[in-house]
């Protein structure tokens, strides 16, 4: 089960990873599409949202500290499912079928991210049970 998770995170860690990089190497098409839909500092949003794919990506393929990659997910997940796939405002049916599936894949993704919250840490074969790292906490 142990290789089965691992496989699991490589393949759910890679697609946030080409998230990441479709997000910067595509910048100006994605704010375009982003400021359609009236969100504000669109280039930032795009930035902003890619370091989040990113950060999610890394943690997850690495197993180390997955609980700041699920954050990450979910502050990118929740706003931009609700204001870029709005199928309940939308003008078509085609466009509405579109925003309806990326809207319960987002929420899809985000349940699975949820889920990772239940797995102890460290992760099976994980970066952070082969390195020990120190976390300290600053009085």
Do not use: C
């Not at 910067?24 to 359609?36: E, H, N, Q």
């Not at 969100?39 to 990113?54: K, N």
């Not at 509405?96 to 099976?124: C, H, Q, Y």
């Amino acid at each position: 089960m142990a290789a089965a998770f691992l496989i699991g995170r490589i393949i759910l860690g890679g697609y946030y990873l080409f998230s990441a990089y479709h997000h910067f190497s595509d910048m100006s098409t994605l704010a375009r599409y982003a400021a359609s839909h009236g969100v504000p500092y669109p280039q930032a949003a795009i930035v902003v949202s890619g370091l989040l794919l990113a950060i999610a990506g890394v943690t997850f393929i690495l197993g180390v500290f997955p609980r700041v990659g699920v954050l990450a997910l979910a502050l990118f997940l929740v706003p931009v499912t609700f204001a870029m796939h709005p199928f309940w405002s939308a003008a078509s049916s085609s466009a509405r079928m579109i925003d309806l599936v990326n809207f319960t894949k987002n929420m899809a993704l985000l349940g699975s991210a949820l889920m990772f919250l239940a797995i102890p840490e460290p992760w099976p074969y994980s970066l952070r049970r082969t390195v020990r790292w120190r976390v300290r906490a600053r009085a």
